[in-house]
């Protein structure tokens, strides 16, 4: 047995089905062994280096367990690096294996020929070692497995190319050798007693609370609707933990920060007590005023507690076992009118969303178009939005129900993510039906090239239903509404402007399926087709730039800036757009929209 031919058994060991990859030389001991061991783990072939890291990310995200990702030495480390930086920040735990020159060129200038260790130092910060002799393993495999999956971070094995190739010889019984086992089992750290005791102090003692939950209280739904019910609170969500708590219950406000819902800014604005559970949401602005609200956090991370809010208490635990033990300390709350507040705001939220979707559009209103999909959403979908203005009609649109799946680009926010995540979770699940929602530069940027992934793939997978919807504006529109709305400059036109594709008709070349829609009365038809295709199926959806992905909490400087910038520079068009806008405001919300 040779050293590559024991890192596939030890992976083997641990349970890993997929490794997300890309071929070269620098890992050629490796592929030697894939083909020795019948392809177990199974070696998927992305178009790109990012891409393999991407579908381990999706992979792992939609699965709940760790991804593999793996590529040669010098440009294809390199390559890893965005989607494992993706990783990272939005705490998934993923393992990269990379190769490395052999140790005799190491020094020498050589080709592709990298400080790999250096390179990974931030990304695979906890755990990243370079093998260098085979009685390293399998300990330097099991830690960055085992670190990877209890850290919910990056870990990163280097190993030479000649390493690969040598005889494995296991640790011995010896010193200064380090042997290993297999296998991590399930913690669940809770506070101390005394710590819960301030925390229900603090959340009895408030009138208006608030909750916020991140993708860390995704195990303890039935947990934090029982706290929101003893406290009469609103919940809102961060967007990756945006299918923690359905949006079909009527204390859910939906999403906050700048792709959030209205009643989450009111909810945010106008609550006297905070309780944030699993979640390190960024965006201070967001939440309540310093001196307005008292403040508990509950994370299983003790590095990721007392950040973004002057917080009372900060509860390190696991989100359920603690909300468990906190749960008989809270006293049931009598006055309703918060909460009643509160679902009312939401509910209005989604007449709006509703009669936005409905607005006209030259062609198609990218609104009209996720809003569309929300009423035939599979029940066990998963959902995965790319970067852009996609985000913000993810985030606002679509209502997550029981047994549905949904993430992004949560921190890094970065482009491209968003067709190779619904690869990497076809795998986590072939049996269930999973939809990628991209703007047209995501699209350009990577998506297009991961189709064929998808074609060489979707055989395998027992439900074939993958469905690329394609929001094509010919416009990079996020940051074109960004510059507007917040430098209050006119578009850019070198720097936005992307060139138009008929994504359908590319689609139909690699043997999938495809429509183009510029009908709004065919949005509806196509995603019905799109739901019930036999293999992949891409939607060209012809969208209007104009629509702006403006927050709903706007200020009117804001709004007028934008206006400005579209009017170049025609103030006095520009004041007319605003009261118009004002006027319209008044119809949609009682009191005519007092931010």
Known sequence: ??????????????????????????????????????????????????????EAVGYAKFSGRTGVCAATSGPGAIHLLNGLYDAKLDHVPVVAIVGQTDRSAMGGSYQQE?????????????????????????????????????????????????????DYEPPAHAFKQVPSSLGVSRYAPVPAEEELAKAAELLNAGERPAVLIGQGARGARPEVEQVADLLGAGVAKALLGKDALPDTLPYVTGAIGLLGTRPSYEMMRDCDTLLVVGSSFPYTQFLPEFDQARAVQIDL??????????????????????????????????????????????????????????VSADPVNPEYVVHALDALLPRDAMVAADSGSAANWYARHLRMRDGMRGSLSGTLATMGPGVPYAIGAKFAHPDRPAIAIVGDGAMQMNGLAELITAAKYHREWSDPRMVVAVLDNQDLNQVTWEMRAMEGAPKFEPSQ???????????????????????????????????????????DFRTDPAVPPIPPHSTWDQIEAAALSVLKGDSDRASVVKQGLRAKIQEFLPGGGRS
């Open 114 to 166: 990298v400080d790999l260790a250096c390179l990974y130092k931030d990304v695979a910060s906890d755990f990243r070692e370079v093998v260098t002799v085979p009685a390293q393993l399998p300990n330097v495999l099991d830690r960055a497995l085992r670190v990877a999956a209890t850290r919910r971070t990056v870990t990163a094995v280097i190993i030479p190319g000649d390493v690969q190739e040598l």
């Open 1 to 54: 047995m040779k050293v590559s031919d024991h890192v596939l058994e030890r992976l083997r060991d641990w349970g890993v089905e997929y490794v997300f990859a890309y071929p070269g030389d620098g890992i050629n001991g490796l592929l030697a062994a894939w083909g020795r061991a019948g392809d177990r783990p199974r070696f998927v072939q992305a178009r790109h280096e990012e891409m393999s890291a991407f």
């Open 497 to 539: 402007d992307i060139p138009g594709l008929r994504y359908a008709d590319l689609a139909q070349l690699l043997g999938l399926e495809g429509v183009r829609v510029e009908r709004p009365e065919d949005v509806e038809p196509a995603w019905r087709q799109a739901l019930s295709a036999d293999r992949p199926f891409v939607i």
């Open 301 to 358: 991370d003790p590095s990721m507690v007392g950040l973004r809010y002057p917080f009372e208490v900060n509860l390190v635990g696991d989100a359920r076992e603690t909300l468990r033990r906190l749960i008989p300390l809270l006293e049931p709350r009598k006055d309703g009118a918060w909460r009643k507040t509160i679902e009312d705001n939401a509910a209005r939220w989604w007449e709006v969303m509703e009669r936005r979707a409905e």
